[in-house]
Antibody
Framework: EVQLMESGGGLIQPGGSLRLSCAAS????????MSWVRQAPGKGLEWVSI???????DYADSVKGRFTISRDKSKNTLYLEMNSLRAEDTAVYYC????????????????WGQGTLVMVSS | DIQMTQSPSSLSASVGDRVTITCRTS??????LNWYQQKPGKAPKLLIY???SLQSGVPSRFSGSGSGTDFTLTVSGLQPEDFATYYC?????????FGPGTKVDIK
């Protein structure tokens, strides 16, 4: 079965750092496009970052320079290193596979993990 | 970034109703448009990808259409388990963006 499971969330003070993990099973992280998506309490979905199968990465402007996406082939795990955290980064963070399409675009996020809550507060 | 709008933002419907949700993008995205269903406290679930392709395991009462900048999600015969929030998402540009969501609740 294809599955993702996030961990690493918690309460952190503004300016602090946190690393989220996303363990995959049933498929290989390094041969897929993988993204992080977040959802602030009571709000909509916001894409955060992507790592492509070739290792290239991209970020939303709101996190560029503060967050770093990476992966570990041996552990089949995706990561999100978050630095200089702000109150507005408070959200449930989901990892998801971004399925490659036939052309330049992709065919949607599936599967998703269950999410991990990051709360930035003093 | 590509901007997304959805209408309506919420709607009330009854079991058995036909429901239509519209999504519009700020620039053409071909058919790189996906639809998700999200229930409270749960991760989103992919329903439709590539504007009109039904994701495996999703009931056939869900359908999608459109291309370019205008897209539609239709639920033909709303079931009790369909009351949820629905999001569209474009996967054409590197910066993936989501619509603001449409909440479907019980009339």
């Amino acid at each position: 079965e294809v599955q993702l499971m996030e961990s690493g969330g918690g309460l952190i003070q503004p300016g602090g750092s946190l690393r989220l993990s996303c363990a995959a099973s049933g498929f290989t992280v390094t041969t897929n496009y993988m993204s992080w998506v977040r959802q602030a309490p009571g709000k909509g979905l916001e894409w955060v970052s992507i790592i492509y199968s070739d290792g290239n990465t991209d970020y939303a402007d709101s996190v560029k320079g503060r967050f770093t996406i990476s992966r570990d082939k041996s552990k089949n795990t995706l990561y999100l290193e978050m630095n200089s955290l702000r109150a507005e980064d408070t959200a449930v963070y989901y990892c998801a596979r971004d399925r490659e399409g036939l052309g330049t675009g992709t065919f949607g996020f599936d599967p998703w993990g269950q999410g991990t809550l990051v709360m930035v507060s003093s | 970034d590509i901007q997304m709008t959805q209408s309506p933002s919420s709607l009330s419907a009854s079991v058995g109703d036909r429901v239509t949700i519209t999504c519009r993008t700020s620039q053409s995205i071909s058919t790189y448009l996906n639809w998700y269903q999200q229930k409270p406290g749960k991760a989103p679930k992919l329903l439709i990808y590539d504007a009109s392709s039904l994701q495996s395991g999703v009931p056939s009462r869900f359908s999608g259409s459109g291309s370019g900048t205008d897209f539609t999600l239709t639920v033909s015969g709303l079931q009790p388990e369909d009351f949820a929030t629905y999001y569209c998402q474009q996967s054409y540009a590197t910066a993936r963006t989501f619509g603001p969501g449409t909440k479907v609740d019980i009339k």
